[in-house]
């Protein structure tokens, strides 16, 4: 015995059932009403649910319940994501940014400066130079009148002016920036903006009348050096030796040095100068071996170390960053490489200037600076500053607490400093350094500050000190003014947010005082209806409702009806006058407020729906026999079998809506009679009377004018069923003719290849006309009629005729020989294609063409394979005698010559090729099109991929959107046009499969691309090409980056630094070519 088990239905296990609405309390009561016309007070207690018991606690607020309030605002310690309820924090975070947030910490802590897109170079110089007490003095004691005729000067008084003594954390630099006209979305060299930034200074300060001010670039940062060549035969220096030459930084190489000791050493040694190179003394008038070295002759009170961290690449013709560790002291005896050594020349590490990233026109600059009132080191990144405490790349191991923000770019340790991107360091070993060594892959440049100097030390004395407490005059109350607004904004923030803080409070109270007291008992007779979104929205919006609005549940009669009762509640009457009172609005709606008139309406429709759904019911067996084919007896009446079919499918059994469509809507025509029933969507079936009639009374209560009556005897109307016949014999007569062409054509019809003959003679028709003929001739059911006729063969034929020759514009697709035959290549869309001449002459009786009109063609062949061409007239001639020969007889007599298809008239080529140009040209002009790249591994591609190309015709291909890899590597597809460069492809490449540039052997299919400023349409790259790569593995790896920002930087800066700024115009063209030669 074989039991099967049905599966058990859970489609609709989670769903709610729905109640029957006949046995619903509220279908009794209108059954009642509509019976009695009378409305008793539980009569409205029930259908306007006002027994329903006071609920706590709910999920949510009850649709079903006027009395629940639950869910209007949250639950103790609930928030929400926005309104009154949201979290206080939130709250006071659309009151917008807090100006206290940017309070500075103290007076002590220094204050950042704003990045204005890419200023962090011109920021971490400022820092550099404000934080110099000397230097910051002398801008201090600059004349008024001074500042006002220099706006550099004055914005530069005002920055370091705010700096010093503004209550906010940053300062903005936009109007120092916009003074020196930079563009603030560039980013340069920070050495060269100090190197032009002190040239303009020192030209400006020159007309100030306070000595200390006017010479405090040259007194600070000014030292001097020689360039001492000596013979080596007589000991003599040259003439020029003892030219003084002046200096602001000292360049020193690091690349293949490790400290800044070794660094000097390499600054100030000796060079031979012998063989080509030798010397031509004055004294022993000879060219002669000599050395020539750089002789430090004085020292400024602050030098500055530019350490050459990029290197020009030949190979590239781009400039890299030298990344390695690179160690400093952090006291350094300068004594020793005076030209007259002193004893005592100390200087203290005072500044580092930081370069964080791979490119030379990139990357972010940051400063390390320390306070030479108290020791202490700060990190300037902008508008950040942190403390480093006392070294300066933060505190040493043992003394440091493990604290979040501690800046980890070196760490000091007793002998040395090492940067946490690389565990080398350098031991303090050289006679010049003193004290403890750092070390950083970063430092771009140092300042050293002198703090011991002997007799012999550059005079520095008329450096003018102010007291670091104080301002001048002229900036005090410009300052106090500033600090005041600030301090103001401050206020009213803090003051508004107070404010706010206590209305919400006081809101929240309101609501819940309000909420708490809304509920009425179910037996009080005493409320008043509110609209529940009107609730809603005061109690849950930071700002209520102007006046309360009670329209969205008022009937026309200007009652409350119970159709609403889902969307309004019973207040309590202390409730309703407490909104009443404060808000105002209405209109007051009571208990006493509910409305007869639609109460009785309401029982109508219900007992009128009850009545329909009975109908339905037992008429419906009776419906589903007249759809089974049953005719009915008696009395019957035509109607839509659609319309009837979906009238029993309605899951809704009350009365169809007044969108619905009368039963003979789609049997009446135009005319207003029945349709034939072979007419579109006319399909009908008979129903009994008793069907009609209920269909009929009720819809026709509603739409009157959409029920017509067709009775079973009822004839079709006679206009339409002569056109529906006309159309009938219109399409039997076109069937007919398909019928007649399709015999004519038979070898046609199937569209394959036929055998050509030599010596017979062809036509030609375009192959795109005679696969839309196809089509045509072999439609059939409803398409016989609707599909569009070919155009007409002689204006075809007549448009392949250039008007300049009268040739033929088109050329006849190509031949394919095996087996000793000859058959034509076939195409839907391209080219033209032979005919039999039977078939042509059948064609110009059928599609209204002159036969002599026509594009002959026959099997030549041509003397040679080089001679091949299309109508050519030097081919070797058919003679009448070799009609039917086969091609191997053909080319036993002609000596196995090549055959091509000979036309009159001949191909136009003239004509073909300059289309064919521009089609090239407007196929090459594409935007955003694939291509495919395989990286092969080996030395050469496989010959599939070589011919991947050439194999598929270019409006057919298709390449996947995802790289993949295969058997050969791997490859990638990629989005370009015809504008893209090669450059540009490469540089796609080199990012998906990671292949240098140079490295990139580029091919499609057996030729190299090469020439990196031609666009792929120069090349002759079109969409869904399949192009190979090879690593040639001859040029080091690097990173992509250095390579995109080096692209962009050139392209925004086009080597033009700061030209057109302030920093140039007064400096000499010179100075800027020696600024970017030493870069």
């Given at each position: 015995m074989v039991?099967?088990?049905?599966?058990?239905?859970t489609?609709?296990?989670?769903?709610?059932?729905?109640?029957?609405?006949?046995e619903?309390?509220?279908?009794?009561?209108?059954?009642?009403?509509?019976?009695t016309g009378?409305i008793?007070k539980?009569?409205?207690?029930?259908?306007?649910?006002?027994?329903?018991?006071?609920?706590?606690g709910c999920?949510?607020?009850?649709?079903?319940?006027?009395?629940?309030?639950?869910?209007?605002?949250?639950?103790a310690?609930?928030v929400r994501k926005s309104?009154?309820?949201?979290k206080t924090?939130e709250?006071?975070?659309?009151?917008?940014?807090?100006p206290?947030k940017?309070?500075?910490?103290s007076?002590?802590t220094?204050?950042?400066?704003t990045?204005?897109?890419a200023?962090?170079?011109a920021?971490?110089?400022?820092?550099?130079?404000?934080?110099?007490?000397?230097?910051?003095?002398g801008?201090?004691s600059l004349?008024?009148?001074?500042l006002?005729?220099h706006?550099?000067?004055d914005?530069?008084?005002?920055?370091?002016?705010?700096?010093?003594?503004?209550?906010?954390?940053?300062i903005?630099?936009?109007?120092?920036?916009k003074a020196?006209e930079?563009?603030?979305?560039?980013?340069?060299?920070s050495?060269?903006f100090?190197t032009?930034?002190?040239?303009l200074?020192?030209?400006?300060l020159?007309?100030?009348?306070?000595?200390?001010a006017?010479?405090?670039?040259q007194?600070?940062?000014?030292?001097?050096?020689?360039?001492?060549?000596?013979?080596s035969s007589?000991?003599?220096?040259?003439?020029?030796s003892s030219?003084?030459?002046?200096?602001y930084?000292?360049?020193?190489n690091?690349?293949?040095?490790?400290?800044l000791e070794?660094?000097?050493?390499?600054?100030?040694?000796?060079?031979a100068l012998d063989g080509e190179?030798q010397?031509?003394?004055?004294?022993?008038?000879?060219?002669?071996?000599a050395?020539r070295c750089?002789?430090?002759r004085s020292l400024?009170p602050?030098v500055?170390?530019?350490?050459?961290?990029?290197?020009?690449?030949p190979?590239t013709?781009?400039?890299?960053?030298?990344?390695?560790?690179?160690?400093?002291?952090?006291?350094?005896?300068?004594?020793k490489?005076?030209?007259?050594?002193?004893?005592?020349?100390?200087y203290?590490?005072v500044a580092?200037?930081?370069h964080?990233?791979?490119?030379?026109n990139?990357?972010?600059y940051?400063?390390h600076?320390?306070?030479?009132s108290n020791?202490q080191?700060?990190?300037f990144d902008?508008?950040?500053?942190?403390?480093?405490?006392?070294h300066?790349?933060?505190e040493?191991?043992?003394?440091?607490?493990n604290?979040?923000d501690k800046?980890?770019?070196?760490?000091s340790?007793?002998g040395?400093v090492t940067n946490?991107?690389n565990n080398a360091?350098?031991?303090?070993?050289?006679?010049?350094?003193v004290?403890?060594?750092?070390?950083?892959t970063?430092?771009?440049?140092?300042?050293?500050k002198?703090?011991?100097k002997?007799?012999?030390?550059t005079e520095?004395?008329?450096?003018l000190?102010?007291?670091n407490?104080?301002?001048?005059?002229h900036?005090l109350?410009?300052i106090?003014e500033l600090n005041a607004s600030?301090?103001?904004?401050c206020?009213?923030?803090?003051?508004?947010?107070?404010?706010?803080?206590?209305?919400?409070?006081?809101?929240?109270?309101?609501?819940?005082?309000?909420?708490?007291?809304?509920?009425v008992?179910?037996?009080?007779?005493?409320?008043?209806w509110?609209?529940?979104?009107?609730?809603?929205?005061?109690?849950?919006?930071?700002?209520?409702p102007?006046?309360i609005?009670n329209?969205?549940?008022?009937?026309?009669?200007g009652?409350?009806?119970?159709?609403?009762?889902?969307?309004?509640?019973?207040?309590s009457?202390?409730a309703?006058m407490?909104?009443?009172s404060?808000?105002?609005?209405?209109?007051?709606?009571s208990s006493?407020?509910?409305?007869?008139?639609c109460?009785?309406?309401?029982?109508k429709?219900a007992?009128s729906?009850?009545?329909?759904?009975?109908r339905?019911a037992?008429?419906k067996?009776?419906?589903e026999?007249v759809?089974?084919g049953n005719?009915?007896d008696?009395?019957?009446?035509?109607?839509?079998r659609?319309?009837?079919t979906?009238?029993?499918?309605?899951k809704?059994v009350d009365?169809p809506s007044?969108a619905?469509n009368g039963p003979?809507?789609?049997l009446r025509?135009?005319?207003?009679?029945?349709?034939p029933?072979?007419?579109p969507g006319a399909?009908?079936v008979?129903v009994p009377?008793?069907?009609?009639?209920?269909?009929?009374?009720?819809i026709?209560?509603?739409?009157a004018?959409?029920?017509?009556?067709f009775?079973?005897?009822c004839?079709?109307c006679e206009i339409?069923?002569?056109?529906?016949?006309d159309?009938?014999?219109?399409e039997g007569?076109?069937?007919a003719?398909?019928?007649?062409?399709?015999?004519n054509?038979?070898?046609?019809?199937s569209?394959?290849?036929?055998t050509?003959?030599p010596?017979?003679?062809y036509y030609?028709?375009?192959?795109?006309?005679?696969?839309?003929w196809?089509t045509y001739?072999?439609?059939?059911g409803?398409?016989i009629?609707?599909l569009?006729e070919?155009?007409?063969l002689?204006?075809i034929?007549n448009?392949?005729?250039c008007?300049?020759?009268s040739?033929?514009l088109?050329?006849p697709?190509?031949?394919v020989?095996?087996?000793?035959?000859?058959?034509?290549?076939?195409s839907?869309t391209?080219?033209?294609t032979?005919?039999?001449?039977?078939?042509?002459?059948?064609f110009s009786?059928?599609w209204?063409?002159?036969?002599?009109?026509?594009?002959s063609a026959?099997?030549?062949?041509s003397k040679s394979?080089q001679?091949?061409l299309?109508?050519s007239s030097?081919?070797?001639?058919i003679m009448?005698g070799?009609?039917?020969?086969?091609?191997?007889?053909?080319?036993?007599?002609l000596?196995?010559?090549?055959?091509?298809?000979?036309t009159?008239?001949?191909?136009?080529?003239?004509?073909?090729?300059e289309?064919?140009s521009c089609?090239l040209?407007?196929?090459?002009?594409y935007q955003n099109?694939?291509i495919?790249?395989y990286f092969v591994?080996?030395?050469?591609?496989?010959?599939?991929?070589?011919?991947?190309?050439?194999?598929?015709p270019?409006?057919?291909?298709?390449?996947?959107?995802?790289?993949?890899?295969?058997?050969l590597g791997?490859?990638i597809s990629?989005k370009?046009?015809?504008?893209?460069?090669?450059?540009?492809?490469k540089l796609m490449?080199?990012?998906?499969?990671g292949i240098?540039k140079e490295?990139?052997?580029l091919?499609?299919?057996s030729?190299?691309?090469?020439?990196?400023?031609?666009?792929?349409?120069?090349?002759s790259?079109?969409?869904g090409?399949?192009?190979?790569v090879r690593?040639?593995?001859?040029?080091?790896?690097?990173?992509i980056?250095?390579?995109?920002?080096?692209?962009?930087?050139d392209?925004?800066?086009?080597?033009?630094?700061f030209r057109g700024?302030?920093?140039?115009s007064?400096?000499?063209?010179?100075?800027?070519?020696d600024i970017?030669?030493s870069?």
């Amino acid at each position: 015995m074989v039991i099967t088990m049905s599966r058990p239905n859970t489609r609709n296990k989670n769903k709610r059932p729905r109640a029957d609405e006949s046995e619903s309390p509220s279908a009794a009561v209108f059954k009642k009403i509509h019976s009695t016309g009378d409305i008793s007070k539980s009569d409205i207690r029930q259908l306007y649910m006002v027994w329903k018991p006071l609920c706590h606690g709910c999920h949510g607020n009850s649709k079903d319940s006027p009395n629940c309030f639950c869910g209007l605002i949250p639950t103790a310690n609930g928030v929400r994501k926005s309104g009154l309820w949201q979290k206080t924090q939130e709250i006071v975070r659309g009151l917008g940014p807090n100006p206290s947030k940017d309070l500075r910490d103290s007076a002590e802590t220094p204050a950042g400066l704003t990045n204005l897109g890419a200023t962090c170079y011109a920021n971490s110089i400022l820092q550099c130079l404000y934080m110099n007490i000397s230097f910051r003095s002398g801008i201090f004691s600059l004349e008024p009148d001074i500042l006002k005729k220099h706006p550099v000067l004055d914005q530069l008084a005002r920055l370091f002016a705010q700096l010093h003594s503004s209550k906010m954390a940053f300062i903005d630099s936009a109007p120092f920036i916009k003074a020196l006209e930079l563009d603030n979305g560039v980013q340069q060299d920070s050495h060269e903006f100090l190197t032009l930034f002190l040239s303009l200074l020192e030209q400006s300060l020159s007309h100030s009348k306070v000595s200390g001010a006017r010479t405090i670039v040259q007194h600070l940062f000014r030292g001097s050096v020689s360039h001492v060549t000596r013979c080596s035969s007589c000991g003599k220096d040259s003439a020029a030796s003892s030219k003084m030459e002046d200096f602001y930084e000292l360049e020193l190489n690091i690349k293949g040095l490790n400290n800044l000791e070794e660094s000097l050493n390499d600054y100030f040694s000796e060079e031979a100068l012998d063989g080509e190179n030798q010397y031509f003394c004055e004294s022993c008038q000879k060219r002669v071996d000599a050395t020539r070295c750089i002789k430090l002759r004085s020292l400024p009170p602050v030098v500055n170390f530019q350490l050459k961290r990029y290197v020009f690449l030949p190979k590239t013709t781009m400039k890299k960053k030298i990344s390695s560790t690179f160690s400093f002291p952090g006291q350094l005896d300068m004594g020793k490489r005076l030209s007259n050594p002193s004893s005592s020349y100390t200087y203290d590490l005072v500044a580092i200037l930081i370069h964080k990233g791979t490119g030379a026109n990139s990357g972010h600059y940051v400063a390390h600076i320390k306070d030479e009132s108290n020791g202490q080191w700060w990190e300037f990144d902008d508008e950040t500053v942190s403390k480093l405490g006392l070294h300066p790349f933060g505190e040493k191991p043992g003394k440091s607490s493990n604290k979040d923000d501690k800046k980890s770019q070196g760490i000091s340790t007793a002998g040395s400093v090492t940067n946490n991107n690389n565990n080398a360091h350098q031991e303090a070993a050289s006679t010049s350094t003193v004290g403890e060594m750092f070390s950083s892959t970063d430092a771009y440049m140092l300042m050293y500050k002198c703090t011991s100097k002997d007799e012999n030390a550059t005079e520095s004395n008329n450096i003018l000190e102010i007291n670091n407490d104080s301002l001048p005059h002229h900036f005090l109350d410009e300052i106090n003014e500033l600090n005041a607004s600030y301090v103001k904004s401050c206020e009213e923030y803090q003051s508004k947010k107070d404010s706010h803080l206590v209305y919400i409070t006081e809101r929240r109270q309101e609501v819940k005082s309000v909420l708490t007291e809304a509920p009425v008992n179910p037996e009080d007779d005493s409320y008043f209806w509110i609209s529940t979104d009107w609730l809603r929205q005061w109690a849950d919006n930071i700002t209520p409702p102007s006046s309360i609005d009670n329209g969205p549940i008022q009937c026309e009669h200007g009652k409350v009806t119970a159709s609403k009762v889902t969307s309004m509640k019973r207040l309590s009457a202390v409730a309703w006058m407490k909104l009443f009172s404060k808000y105002g609005g209405g209109p007051t709606l009571s208990s006493d407020d509910f409305c007869m008139e639609c109460l009785k309406d309401g029982a109508k429709s219900a007992v009128s729906a009850d009545v329909y759904r009975d109908r339905k019911a037992s008429l419906k067996n009776l419906a589903e026999a007249v759809l089974a084919g049953n005719n009915p007896d008696g009395p019957s009446y035509f109607i839509s079998r659609t319309w009837l079919t979906q009238w029993l499918r309605k899951k809704n059994v009350d009365i169809p809506s007044d969108a619905d469509n009368g039963p003979t809507s789609a049997l009446r025509c135009c005319h207003g009679h029945l349709l034939p029933e072979h007419a579109p969507g006319a399909k009908r079936v008979s129903v009994p009377e008793s069907l009609w009639l209920f269909l009929y009374e009720t819809i026709s209560a509603r739409k009157a004018d959409d029920v017509v009556t067709f009775p079973s005897d009822c004839q079709p109307c006679e206009i339409c069923s002569q056109e529906l016949s006309d159309v009938a014999s219109v399409e039997g007569n076109l069937r007919a003719v398909k019928l007649k062409q399709r015999q004519n054509h038979e070898k046609l019809i199937s569209g394959k290849n036929f055998t050509l003959h030599p010596g017979q003679k062809y036509y030609l028709v375009p192959s795109s006309w005679l696969s839309e003929w196809r089509t045509y001739i072999t439609a059939t059911g409803k398409n016989i009629s609707s599909l569009p006729e070919p155009q007409s063969l002689e204006a075809i034929v007549n448009s392949l005729i250039c008007e300049k020759h009268s040739r033929l514009l088109q050329r006849p697709l190509d031949l394919v020989c095996k087996r000793g035959s000859a058959t034509q290549k076939t195409s839907n869309t391209d080219g033209l294609t032979m005919i039999p001449e039977s078939d042509w002459k059948l064609f110009s009786e059928e599609w209204s063409a002159t036969r002599g009109k026509g594009i002959s063609a026959e099997i030549a062949f041509s003397k040679s394979s080089q001679d091949k061409l299309y109508g050519s007239s030097e081919a070797m001639p058919i003679m009448d005698g070799d009609v039917g020969q086969s091609l191997d007889d053909a080319n036993d007599g002609l000596g196995a010559r090549e055959p091509y298809v000979k036309t009159d008239p001949e191909v136009c080529e003239e004509c073909i090729g300059e289309r064919e140009s521009c089609a090239l040209v407007e196929k090459l002009n594409y935007q955003n099109e694939d291509i495919h790249v395989y990286f092969v591994r080996g030395k050469e591609a496989p010959k599939s991929i070589k011919e991947a190309s050439k194999a598929v015709p270019a409006s057919d291909r298709r390449t996947s959107k995802r790289s993949r890899r295969t058997s050969l590597g791997n490859s990638i597809s990629l989005k370009v046009s015809g504008s893209t460069s090669v450059y540009q492809l490469k540089l796609m490449i080199w990012e998906s499969l990671g292949i240098v540039k140079e490295n990139q052997k580029l091919h499609k299919g057996s030729v190299e691309i090469e020439d990196d400023f031609a666009t792929l349409a120069d090349k002759s790259i079109f969409p869904g090409d399949v192009l190979w790569v090879r690593d040639s593995e001859i040029h080091e790896n690097r990173d992509i980056a250095d390579e995109i920002s080096e692209q962009k930087a050139d392209i925004l800066q086009a080597e033009e630094g700061f030209r057109g700024t302030l920093l140039t115009s007064s400096v000499s063209a010179q100075l800027c070519e020696d600024i970017s030669f030493s870069e």
